[in-house]
């Protein structure tokens, strides 16, 4: 069936790529129905219990999206603070043009922060300043903000030099994406028009909503850009290795078409797209090569044999086509078990190359056998010196295979001690390079205001009202003042905060009454009185529920990583329940603390995924091979290079965030390719050739060597393109991918075959006639 299937499309060529040209017409007509998405919930699955938490709690408070502004003196003027006409100025209008921003809930800043002072026997609540009533010495006002706990550093740094300006935004859940353009172009506008009348000044723009849409535009910068940059590289690699225009062009045409039907089928379901998927136009073209590549090796290599085109192009797919049958299958099964993912865009991410895989496969059997049935028999110019290359190499090998095995295996051990030292973290403050503003501005945050990270814990007293118990107020600051004394911590805010600064106001501002009210009734009147005096949009619904059940607390953290996040959540909930037994806190929320979680979860999820798929792989390595023996040794080369990779990584990164965890089941489905070749060729020798395993071994090379060494740089090649990336954790995939299929042809080089020849005892007598490759 197979050979009447290659005789068909070698008889008909024009008949494959007419029907080819519809499919990718048909798919070029799917692709603009591609939707795109970058809000971080995307990240997460609806059953997530950590995104449940977090909804939750935006539910019963306010919603986190949010537009940020900092304003700061310039790095040169050292002695400046912001406390002169100018700068004041510049808040102010920030201020005021934040509630105009499109979808601007609550504006908060220096300049509209609710000052609480007293007069006599009057509370007075007001903004910090106003334009109109500057006092004649600035230096008063300087002194008020920085001996207010409540304004430094939490919106003012220590220095004075450097302000926030936050917009909250209520954003339309059906269509978040395009409110969230809308309002980051608006805010940027509102930034450089800002900056044009204050020249003397920093103002930069941050905000989760400015990280989504940053998320974005940085992917559409890959796409258009790397993929380029990717084409040129696999271009000149096959140029240089394959030494032929024709078969350049070919490999070109069968990933560029196998992305276009990808990319076109996914649109046709109304796919949405997101950051992490940006990643599969590189992730197919650098795949789709390695089908290709074989057969045009095998095909050059027949035709230097004084093969005519017809019997060469029929012996090439004939030998070459369970093989590359196989390496896709194992490609898909180890892609495929992306879905094993806790992060529904890996899943998506492993699905569409999967079907890039398959559809580069039905591209390399149909369209690539057509073409070249109708192309002119090329002059045979595939390097003999490599083949030779490879012959020697092979030798070398043979002869030294005991202390090349100790080697490699010794290397391998070494590297599962680095391996250990990877740090499970996640680092969504460090999705982007400082080529983006986004990210400048939230390490100039860092550096000034500080409280990177930041955890929510909902205190809940479970009673309407209950917030105004005193012992309930009396529990909440013993647990706000431990948390001030704990390392990292860097700022903390509380109701709590907010009522004995009422206690101390409503007590001729002495300062020993600067402690939580007596009574539940003078609690619940100082909030009444406090929020009766709040102008509009600056309530407390971002602290209280509409109940007055239950209250936020908001903890700052330094930079830190997500083991430390983890933990510092569980002291805290530990330390609340045996000294504050009354606020119920269960856990903590906040990006940080989903970000954390889910990094642990997909680490874990990625493991059982691997493991399910190095099963299945092996178990069709073994039928394949019709051999238990070869199967079981195909798991070698196949388990150890992510273990030399991951170690590398240890060794000069030392951290595992989600993008880079899922590597593991990606590149094994990639390197399985390589051993499935090489150990296909070295089979056929064992038993149709009737080789010994050294004979087998030189076989192998010197029929696939060359073809495994051109498809591994092709791979390296493109992978290693996404070091060019500004998206980080694209950046961190592609670079541990190409470490990874580096890795594995050293493996496949210099540790399968000596352990084949340390292994294979097998004696095999000639009886018969060697019979075509046709079975792997």
């Known amino acids: 069936m197979r050979e009447r299937f290659l005789n068909w499309v070698i008889a008909h060529p024009w008949l494959v790529i007419v029907a080819i040209a519809i499919m990718i017409l048909s798919s070029l007509a799917g692709i603009p129905r591609l939707g795109f998405t970058s809000d971080f919930r995307m990240y997460f699955g609806p059953e997530n219990p950590q995104l449940k938490a977090f909804e939750e709690m935006e539910q019963r408070f306010s ?181 032929t225009v024709t078969g350049m062009l070919l490999v070109t045409a069968v990933i560029g078409m196998s992305v276009i039907v990808t990319m076109g089928v996914f649109g046709w379901l109304s796919y949405t797209l997101t950051p992490p998927t940006g990643f599969v136009p590189t992730a197919i073209m650098t795949i789709a090569v390695a089908d290709t590549i074989h057969i045009l090796v095998s095909y050059y290599y027949y035709l230097r044999q004084g093969n005519d085109k017809k019997s060469a192009l029929m012996t090439s797919l004939s030998i070459n086509f369970s ?59 595939s390097s003999q010196q490599q083949s030779a290359l490879m012959d020697r190499l092979a030798d070398t090998i043979i002869r030294h295979h005991k202390a090349l095995f100790i080697t490699m295996v010794a290397l391998v051990a070494a590297s599962a001690t680095f391996a250990g030292r990877n740090i499970i973290t996640e680092r969504w403050h460090e999705f982007f390079d400082t080529s983006f503003e986004v990210r400048r501005t939230i390490d100039h945050i860092e550096k000034s205001l500080g409280g990177l990270h930041v955890l929510y814990f909902v205190t809940d007293s479970e009673r309407d009202n209950g917030i105004n118990d005193v012992e309930f107020l009396q529990q909440l600051d013993d647990l706000v003042q431990w948390l001030h004394q704990q390392p990292g911590v860097v700022q903390v805010t509380s109701i709590s905060d907010t009522l004995k600064r009422l206690n101390q106001n409503l007590h001729g501002d002495d300062p020993a009454w600067y402690r939580t009210p007596e009574s539940n009734e003078a609690a619940a009147q100082y909030l009444l009185l406090y929020e009766l005096s709040l102008p509009l949009g600056l309530g407390l619904d971002n602290t209280l529920t509409s109940d007055r059940s239950a209250t936020r607390i908001q903890v700052s953290l330094e930079r830190s990583d997500s083991r430390h996040i983890l933990a510092m959540e569980k002291d805290i909930v530990a330390w609340s329940e045996a000294h504050a037994p009354l606020l119920h806190i269960r856990e903590a929320t906040g990006l940080d603390i989903v970000f954390a979680n889910l990094t642990f979860r997909n680490v874990t999820a990625m493991l059982e995924g691997t493991g399910f798929a190095l099963i299945i792989i092996s178990l069709l390595m073994i039928a394949a091979l019709r051999s238990w023996r070869l199967g079981l040794i195909s798991m070698v080369p196949n388990i150890f290079p992510a273990i030399l990779a991951y170690g590398l990584w240890g060794l000069l990164y030392g951290k595992v965030d989600t ?37 087998a071994i030189r076989y192998a090379f010197h029929t696939v060597g060359v073809a495994l060494l051109i498809t591994s740089a092709i791979l390296i090649g493109g992978f290693m393109v996404m070091e060019f990336s500004h998206f980080n954790p694209s950046r961190a995939m592609g670079t541990l991918l190409a470490i990874t299929i580096a890795v594995a042809l050293l493996i496949d080089f210099l540790l399968l075959p000596p352990l084949l020849l340390l292994t294979d005892k097998r004696q095999i007598v000639k009886t018969h006639k060697p019979e075509s490759p046709l079975v792997v």
């Open 659 to 695: 993008a880079t965890s899922v590597v593991a089941c990606v590149s094994l489905g990639i390197v399985v390719d390589d051993t499935v070749h090489f150990l296909s060729k070295y089979n056929y020798a064992r038993l149709q050739l009737k080789h010994s395993p050294a004979d």
């Open 63 to 243: 919603r986190q999206d949010n537009v940020f502004f900092l304003v700061s003196t310039p790095s040169s003027q050292a002695d400046q603070t912001l406390f002169q006409q100018d700068a004041l100025a510049l808040i102010e209008a920030l201020t005021t043009a934040g509630w105009k921003l499109p979808y601007s809930q609550r504006v908060d800043s220096l300049q509209n922060f609710q000052y609480t002072q007293v007069d006599g026997d009057d509370l007075l609540i007001a903004e910090f300043y106003t334009l109109d009533e500057l006092p004649l010495d600035l230096s008063v006002l300087a002194q008020r903000a920085m001996n207010d706990p409540d304004i430094v550093p939490k919106i003012l740094s220590k220095d004075g030099r450097t302000t926030g300006i936050n917009v909250q935004l209520f954003l339309p859940e059906n269509n978040s994406a395009a409110a969230s353009l809308e309002t980051v172009k608006a805010a940027r506008a509102l930034a450089n028009s800002l900056r044009q009348q204050y020249p003397d000044f920093s103002i930069e723009v941050a905000g989760s909503v400015t990280s989504n849409v940053t998320m974005g535009e940085a992917i559409k910068q890959d796409i258009e850009s790397l993929l380029v940059i990717s084409y040129v590289i696999m271009l000149a690699i096959m140029l240089l290795l394959l030494r």
């Open 323 to 381: 093989p590359v049958f196989i390496t896709s299958i194992t490609t898909m099964i180890g892609v495929l078990c992306l879905n094993t993912s806790d992060s529904p865009p890996y899943r998506d991410m492993g699905n569409m190359i999967a079907v890039g895989v398959l559809v580069a496969w039905l591209l390399t059997i149909t369209f690539l056998p057509a073409v070249l049935a109708l192309l002119p028999t090329p002059k045979g110019r």
